[in-house]
């Protein structure tokens, strides 16, 4: 099946051909306000932050991470989280309590609890010394920490998702086995956690690396349907990435708003994927979203100048001006 390439205003859209063999629906899950702006060198306004996330919400992204109730010495980008979340409470009521906020222990948790958040993630490390560097942890005690913090929001009755961060490779230690990488994943499930993300947090995944860690946590009983993939396209591969995890089964994965955000433990992370570079490879495939790429691109269009530098999503700079 096949549709038209432009739609009525004339902007251009991709060829619609539908593979059968691939998920009908995918969720794409925005991180761009929390891991994008983290990352960026200048503090963005809280006001703009708070536009964003509508903005984004407007274009019809399911889920859009707000920020990071983490101590502002760790990341000083987010230091407005509370202000951030008020706002948003204060403008999109109910709905803001289901924006998912990253809780890096038990204070963070404290945070959420006291805004009458619904939705947390926690952020954990596959290797050693990106558990030392951005936790403060060892990899064995991290998972202590973590425990308390998803046994008290489970409690609360809150969603928990689970980051498990250089999946794919770690630039201090080389190459991540595959084995090290499930076991991390299984132990933060068995948490209690009901989402895990599997970051490639330098972007060095391949198609093929893809598929053998998938494999791996499907045989380790973690199901294609309780994954998501967070790819960075560090070496281009970020959207050939997602296609191998498409065709295995994956439906849910992490993208960043014209490509906004890396990792500011990691100096070799770059961007994110964008999310429009998703989106108009999705919507090529016929897969639905709900998210309306021009509304998206005009998201990233209205951020751009608000921050000291261009946004780097292909999809983004190729749509902007149309």
């Known amino acids: 099946m096949t549709e038209h390439a432009t739609t009525g205003s004339g902007a251009r859209r991709p060829q619609m051909v539908r593979d059968p063999a691939l998920p009908q629906h995918v969720t794409v899950y925005e991180v761009g306000p929390r891991d ?10 809280a006001a703009v932050k708070v536009e964003l996330v509508e903005r984004l919400l407007d274009a019809g992204l399911p889920v859009v991470e707000a920020t ?29 309590r289901d924006l998912p906020v990253l809780v890096p222990n038990e204070r963070g948790l404290d945070r959420a609890l006291d805004l009458g958040l619904r939705h947390v993630a926690v952020f954990a490390s596959a290797t050693e010394t990106f558990a030392r560097r951005n936790l403060n942890r060892s990899l064995d005690d991290q998972y202590a920490m973590f425990e308390p913090v ?5 409690a609360a009755g809150m969603r928990v998702r689970a980051y498990v961060s250089m999946c794919f490779g770690d630039p201090w230690e080389g190459d991540v086995p595959v084995a090290q990488v499930v076991a991390a994943g299984r132990r933060l499930m068995d948490l209690g956690a009901e989402q895990l993300s599997l970051g490639d947090t330098i972007g060095v995944g391949t198609p093929g690396h893809v598929v053998a860690l998938l494999d791996a946590l499907n045989a380790a009983g973690l199901p ?21 995890a498409l065709r295995h089964g994956v439906t849910t994965f992490d993208t960043s708003a014209g490509g906004l955000g890396g990792c500011p433990y990691a100096e070799s992370a770059t961007g994110n994927l964008a999310t429009e570079d998703l989106v108009w490879m999705l919507d090529g495939l016929g897969i639905t979203t709900g998210v309306s790429l021009p509304r998206l691109v005009e998201a ?7 921050l000291d530098h261009e946004l780097t999503g292909r999809v983004y700079r190729a749509l902007r001006g149309a």
């Open 36 to 45: 994008g702006l983290q990352n960026e060198d200048a503090v963005v306004p």
């Open 68 to 96: 990071s109730l983490v101590h502002p010495r760790w990341v000083p980008q987010l230091a407005d989280a509370e202000q951030v979340l008020g706002a948003l409470l204060d403008r999109l009521g109910d709905r803001a």
């Open 224 to 244: 294609d349907d309780v994954l998501a993939l967070h790819a960075h396209d560090t070496y281009g591969q970020a959207l050939a990435n997602v296609a191998a």
């Open 300 to 306: 990233s269009a209205w951020l751009e100048p608000r």
């Open 150 to 154: 998803v046994a008290r929001a489970r």
